[in-house]
């Protein structure tokens, strides 16, 4: 298995201004996925920049994490619990996109997404 750095994630109160501020900054293509909720900056090189929105930063979790995608979601979540890390989450944006939220072994949140 190999995860790819897809995405770092930042949470924030309002995503697309800061969207548009780093997008300026880095010479990147803004892309409101879900607008007001989750903001794409594509970038020329490396991975993109997403901006989620959060009303009130929540006590214990790191406002920026980063986003992997694998191929077999399902097989990459199983050998990373069995590796220390843990599942505290799953979402999905209807039947396209999902994503599962984990924990590394000291609590750092990460998010593996698949089709």
Same mark, same amino acid.
């Given at each position: 298995? +190999?995860?790819?750095?897809?995405? %770092?994630?930042? #949470? ?6 800061? $969207?548009?501020?780093?997008?300026? @900054? ?31 930063? +929540?006590?214990?979790?790191?406002? %920026?994490?980063? #986003? ?6 399902? $097989?990459?979540?199983?050998?990373? @619990? ?34």
């Amino acid at each position: 298995m +190999t995860l790819h750095v897809e995405m %770092v994630t930042v #949470d924030c109160a309002e995503p697309e201004p800061l $969207a548009q501020w780093w997008a300026q @900054v880095l010479g990147g293509t803004v892309n409101a996925v879900m607008p007001g909720e989750f903001i794409v900056v594509e970038l020329p090189d490396g991975p993109k920049l997403g901006f989620q929105h959060v009303e009130e930063p +929540t006590p214990g979790k790191n406002r %920026v994490h980063l #986003d992997f995608h694998a191929a077999d979601m399902e $097989a990459e979540v199983a050998r990373l @619990v069995g590796l220390g890390a843990s599942e505290t989450e799953r979402h999905n944006f209807g039947d396209e996109f999902s994503w599962v939220v984990l924990a590394d072994p000291v609590g750092n949140a990460f998010c593996i997404a698949g089709q």
